[in-house]
């Protein structure tokens, strides 16, 4: 347990909207259900409270930012410092001309693929392939099934640690492979993108398959966090995976998917410290085996228990 300075926060912010919770648990923000607590989960009402929260908050304090959590491993001894929860004050998707959509930060990628599908909107069924947020790709320039953010994105807007709000055009968001230049301490809060006329059928049947392809080759219904490791360049991650003999290993309650063998999965009772462990014998194996370095995709925080 961490010390409660929620009634230090309240007092220091008394026009703060949000829900400040002390000492909360943080394994039902993470796909993988495991994790320590967060000394601060704050649940902003909207971009102008997360703003007002920001500006009042002890610049030393640090800050994790959180959406659905299915890219992340919350450590067993949780979070020291404040967690931030996007929920539903940023969860808003509305079409506007010229064929875009604007997206709020939390609102789920498959929810913006499906809204822009409906509107006839094509070029963003991609993001029905990704278990997250609009926030985590543009973080990430998150992408599957042949799209990246990068492809749709027109601008992006965000506050920074400070309480400053800020935009980002497409270029500025400075994109490569799985990652975004913009400072680590900008958190996004919505996004616009654009996209072509498409048949709002064929779009649908598009994204059908994507679907099914998943359900066929990843362990889509189970404790897991999403892609490991990222693709080295010109591999495949899972196939480097396989060839050094780790498919089906587990470490505990922790393993790595049969199925998928970049993907690690809870069975039930893994802790932080299992999965995390497990993925470090993955690296270390394929090291060994192919001379390749993988490196996470998987964002790893928090304290290790001691």
Not at 166 to 171: G, I, L, M, P, S
Not at 251 to 273: K, P, T, Y
Not at 277 to 282: A, P
């Given at each position: 347990?961490?010390?409660?300075?929620?009634?230090?926060?309240?007092?220091?912010?008394?026009?703060?909207?949000?829900?400040?919770?002390?000492?909360?648990?943080?394994a039902?923000?993470?796909?993988?259900r495991?994790?320590?607590?967060?000394?601060?989960l704050?649940?902003?009402?909207?971009?102008?409270?997360?703003?007002?929260?920001?500006?009042?908050?002890?610049?030393?304090?640090p800050?994790?930012?959180?959406?659905l959590g299915?890219?992340?491993?919350i450590?067993?001894g949780?979070?020291?410092?404040v967690?931030?929860?996007?929920?539903?004050?940023f969860?808003?998707?509305?079409?506007?001309?010229?064929?875009?959509i604007?997206?709020?930060?939390?609102?789920?990628?498959?929810?913006?693929?499906?809204?822009?599908?409906?509107?006839?909107?094509?070029?963003?069924?991609?993001?029905?392939g990704?278990?997250?947020?609009?926030?985590?790709a543009?973080?990430?320039?998150?992408?599957?099934?042949?799209?990246?953010?990068?492809?749709?994105?027109?601008?992006?807007?965000g506050?920074?640690?400070?309480?400053e709000?800020?935009?980002?055009?497409?270029?500025?968001?400075?994109?490569?492979?799985?990652?975004?230049?913009?400072?680590?301490?900008?958190?996004?809060?919505?996004a616009?993108f654009?996209?072509?006329?498409?048949?709002?059928?064929a779009?649908?049947?598009?994204?059908?398959?994507?679907?099914?392809?998943?359900?066929?080759?990843?362990?889509?219904?189970?404790?897991?966090?999403?892609?490991?490791?990222?693709?080295?360049?010109?591999?495949?991650a899972?196939?480097?995976?396989?060839?050094?003999?780790?498919?089906?290993?587990?470490?505990?309650?922790?393993?790595?998917?049969?199925?998928?063998?970049?993907?690690?999965?809870?069975?039930?009772?893994?802790?932080?410290?299992?999965?995390?462990?497990?993925?470090?014998e993955?690296?270390?194996?394929?090291?060994?085996?192919?001379?390749?370095?993988?490196?996470?995709?998987?964002?790893r925080?928090g304290?290790?228990?001691?």
């Amino acid at each position: 347990m961490f010390p409660d300075v929620t009634a230090d926060l309240r007092e220091r912010m008394p026009d703060l909207r949000g829900k400040l919770e002390a000492n909360a648990p943080t394994a039902p923000l993470s796909w993988f259900r495991t994790g320590g607590p967060a000394q601060v989960l704050f649940s902003p009402a909207d971009e102008d409270d997360l703003a007002y929260f920001l500006a009042r908050l002890d610049p030393a304090m640090p800050v994790l930012v959180v959406g659905l959590g299915s890219n992340l491993l919350i450590r067993d001894g949780g979070w020291e410092g404040v967690v931030i929860r996007l929920g539903k004050g940023f969860a808003d998707i509305a079409i506007e001309p010229g064929q875009r959509i604007r997206a709020g930060a939390g609102a789920a990628d498959v929810k913006v693929a499906r809204t822009a599908a409906e509107a006839g909107i094509a070029g963003l069924s991609f993001l029905r392939g990704i278990p997250g947020t609009i926030g985590g790709a543009l973080r990430m320039n998150g992408g599957a099934y042949g799209g990246e953010t990068k492809d749709v994105l027109v601008e992006a807007r965000g506050i920074t640690r400070a309480g400053e709000k800020v935009a980002f055009t497409n270029r500025q968001m400075g994109f490569t492979y799985r990652h975004s230049s913009v400072p680590e301490d900008v958190i996004f809060t919505e996004a616009l993108f654009e996209g072509r006329p498409g048949d709002p059928e064929a779009i649908l049947a598009e994204m059908n398959a994507i679907t099914e392809a998943r359900s066929s080759t990843q362990p889509v219904n189970t404790r897991t966090g999403g892609s490991t490791f990222k693709n080295p360049p010109g591999r495949k991650a899972w196939e480097l995976v396989d060839a050094a003999g780790c498919r089906g290993l587990r470490i505990g309650e922790a393993q790595v998917s049969e199925m998928h063998c970049n993907f690690l999965i809870n069975h039930g009772s893994a802790s932080a410290a299992d999965i995390e462990g497990l993925g470090e014998e993955v690296r270390r194996r394929v090291r060994e085996n192919s001379g390749i370095e993988l490196e996470w995709e998987i964002k790893r925080v928090g304290l290790s228990r001691a």
